[in-house]
Every structure is written in C-alpha cells, then in structure tokens.
Nanobody, 117 residues
Framework: QAQLVESGGGSVQPGGSLRLSCAAS????????INWYRQAPGKERESVAS????????NYADSVKGRFTISRDNAKNTAFLQMNSLKPEDTAVYYC??????????WGQGTQVTVSS
C-alpha cells in the first residue's frame, strides 16, 4: 500500500529553520516527482517546491526562493524540504505529494509548521 509520511514540522520563531521529511513506501519512489504544497487557514493549497524523479531539476514558488531547498534521497525513499529564514506567512500545513508522469499521485497527511514570536 502506497504511503507518504511527513515529519519535521513544529513551532519556530521568525528567522528560524526547519527541515521537513517525506518518507515513502509501497511504490517506486524513484519514478515519481515530488512536490511540497502548503495550506494556510482560509487559503487554498499552494505549490511550494518540486523536484524531478532523478533530482536533476527543482522549482520553487517565488515566495520561498532563496529560503527553501527541496532535495531527495532515492536510496532512502525520502524527500526533504529545508526551510530557512522562516516568516510568519510560512505558517501552514505542509503536504508532500508524489506524482507519476502518467498521472498517479499520492499525498501525505501533512505536517504543521507554525512561525511565530
């Protein structure tokens, strides 16, 4: 059974850092692109960062460029989102998504990130 499990969320002060992990099981992780999304209260889910199946290409939302870094370790079936210089507006539930080129998609349950002084 395919599963994505996020971890690493928590509460941090502005300017702080967190590293989110997304552990995959039950499917061929290395064949899937990975996307990180977030959803703040009262707002639509938005794409934050993405990485291709091989890790050779990444993309970021303008709001996080230069602060967030997406990466993956296909040998460990895990993806990461390193978040630095966090701002209160980064507060949201962060979701990991695995997307296959033929459309199959899996979602994690989400992890809460709260940035507050």
């Amino acid at each position: 059974q395919a599963q994505l499990v996020e971890s690493g969320g928590g509460s941090v002060q502005p300017g702080g850092s967190l590293r989110l992990s997304c552990a995959a099981s039950g499917f061929s992780f290395s064949s899937y692109a990975i996307n990180w999304y977030r959803q703040a209260p009262g707002k639509e889910r938005e794409s934050v960062a993405s990485i291709t199946s091989t890790g050779g290409s990444t993309n970021y939302a303008d709001s996080v460029k230069g602060r967030f870094t997406i990466s993956r370790d296909n040998a460990k079936n895990t993806a990461f989102l390193q978040m630095n210089s966090l701002k209160p507006e980064d507060t949201a539930v962060y979701y990991c998504n695995a997307l296959w080129i033929f459309g199959r998609s899996y979602w994690g349950q989400g992890t809460q990130v709260t940035v507050s002084s």
